[in-house]
């Protein structure tokens, strides 16, 4: 009975361990590799809230560990707290104080938790850690990709924290972490740009266009409508950039949410309905066929930037419906290693047999990460496309 007794608590302790080492080895990664000082500080509480745990399952009735007990919690407790607490206050309380860029939900609702770690830890961390880490479980993203995507987007994020509009701004990593473990999100989320001044785009009488974007893989960071938010002010255009978990607009809800953001913001925007395009990065292709296909009448345009297509929706009757009256764009890099350039140029050689006005432009020396190497290039080219007869 007695090796029954202690065979099941090695078992409970050993169930019990896995976790809490891989939490605890997570935190130290990300104690390592973060830029911030604090994503590090939020990294470093979990480790030491990782160590409690694991000498309070693997120590507890240790004679030494019982001398030391109340001392050791004590200290290392207040430790991970304050690393906690520190970072949450200074994180982002998504207070849309700025009127040029609101963080949305549909119908009003606002499911925001300020004090979530995907909000506490800075996007640049959690950007910055998952792209030294892709080229490790993803064959598609090489070091040199992964270094790139770095390198262009951390100046992006130093920017952005000297701008209180978006230092302020919430994230919505929260669904892509949920996503990411097979956990149901709340959808509806969606950040929008407003053109400056403020008052023109508050005035009903004047109706001016949109331009709806769909991020790629990995969730709708703040470094999209940061970039986005530029050329709703330079060109006098809202831009609404929705959420849906990790980007797997495959699925029928991405749609759907996506035509129900749209005709929510017609109602509440000052939007000519009869302007509005939509754009997909990377993943984001496959979620504009999508919603092309739920709403024809929706979208005057469609623009697919580095993009994963279902090829096959295009002949699809109600996809063709609007075919004669729609502009589609198609912009891609030359060299990118993701959506190999023979695959796009095989869409698109099939689509212009379908549809009259498909246009293609091709940066022959850029790869996957085109929108944020040659933003400014990218949107002249969809403004191009937007405005064109």
């Not at 202690?6 to 896995?18: C, E, F, W």
């Not at 004679?63 to 906690?84: M, N, T």
């Not at 009869?274 to 623009?303: C, K």
Request: aromatic share 10%.
């Amino acid at each position: 009975m007695l090796l029954v007794k202690r065979a099941i608590k090695s078992l409970l302790r050993i169930i019990a361990g896995v976790p809490i080492v891989s939490v605890t080895l997570g935190s130290l990664l990300y104690l390592i590799l973060s830029v911030t000082w604090t994503g590090r500080c939020l990294a470093l509480s979990g480790v030491v809230i990782g160590v409690v745990l694991f000498c309070s399952v693997g120590y507890w009735n240790r004679s030494w560990f019982k001398r030391i007990r109340r001392r050791f919690y004590a200290v290392l407790i207040s430790i991970g707290l304050v690393a906690y607490l520190v970072p949450m206050l200074l994180s982002p309380s998504d207070g849309n104080a700025d009127p040029r860029v609101q963080s949305c939900f549909l119908q009003g609702k606002r499911p925001f938790w300020r004090c979530s770690p995907s909000n506490v830890m800075p996007e640049v961390d959690q950007i910055n850690v998952a792209m030294k880490m892709c080229p490790l479980f993803a064959a598609q993203i090489s070091r040199v990709q992964a270094a790139r995507m770095r390198s262009l987007v951390t100046p992006m994020y130093e920017e952005m924290d000297r701008d209180a509009a978006f230092r302020d701004l919430g994230s919505a990593f929260d669904s892509a972490c949920l996503d990411l473990l097979h956990i149901k999100f709340p959808a509806g989320h969606y950040f929008v740009a407003l053109p400056e001044p403020p008052a023109a785009s508050s005035d009903k009488r004047e109706q001016i266009p949109c331009l709806i974007f769909l991020h790629g893989m990995g969730g709708n960071a703040k470094a999209y409508i940061w970039l986005l938010s530029r050329f709703a002010r330079e060109r006098k255009w809202i831009v609404i950039a929705p959420t849906f978990g990790l980007g797997n607009w495959d699925n029928p809800d991405g749609a759907a949410m996506v035509v129900a953001i749209a005709r929510e913001a017609v109602k509440t925007l000052p939007i000519d309905p009869h302007r509005i395009f939509l754009m997909g990065y990377s993943n984001g292709g496959m979620g504009v066929t999508r919603a092309a296909i739920l709403a024809p009448e929706l979208f005057q345009g469609l623009i697919y930037l580095s993009p994963v297509t279902e090829d096959e929706l295009f002949s699809t009757k109600q996809f063709l419906s609007r075919a004669r009256d729609r502009k589609i764009l198609f912009l891609y890099g030359g060299r990118d290693e993701q959506i190999p350039r023979r695959f796009v140029e095989a869409t698109v050689a099939s689509l212009i047999q379908r549809v009259s006005d498909v246009r293609i432009k091709v940066y022959d020396d850029e790869g996957h990460w085109l929108l944020f190497s040659q933003p400014k290039s990218v949107f002249d080219d969809v403004f191009e496309s937007m405005t064109s007869k």
